[in-house]
């Protein structure tokens, strides 16, 4: 082969690879929601590693579940590891609704003896075929110098205020915030 075609031939190369890759993905992150204060919780509140259904555990979002088919999102992508980021949004949502009491994510460097200790286990977070966003999950909270524990299924809908991926992320946080509410509520009452 002549230098000439050898040299075509190694851009073609180039180009057709080039071609064949991806872009960048996109990252997204969930926000945390601000909520009323609350008094009367357990001084020392810690919020075990949550748990997540495994179709959810990916770096990709999950844009439904709906039909018996997982529709993931290419390149969409989540920031960090979703269960990480749901225990540290949960943590900041429940350190500023209970001010007088301290929240431990378990997965942190500190650790504390309890008064209350949560676990998390999400069954759902993506959208129904309405377009919906759909948070369901189940808590349970041990109390130290209490039985029984309180076991407590949530399920909340949010309809996406914008379209596309970035108005499921931003429902995502506003189901999220309301579960921080139902938590709040739970360790206030004890029931």
Known sequence: MNPAMHRLSAIALAASLAACSSPDPVLYTISPVQGSTQTGAPSVIVLQT??????????????TSENN???VQSNDWWGEQLGAMLGRVLSEELSQRLPQSSIINESGAVSATPDAVVELDFRRLDEDSSGNLILQAQVNVNFKNRRPSVLHSFRFVVPPIDTGIGGEVKAISAAVGQLADGLVNLLVSGR
């Open 69 to 71: 088919r997982l529709d």
């Open 50 to 63: 949550v748990s997540l259904a495994r179709y959810l555990d990916r770096s990709h979002i999950v844009k």
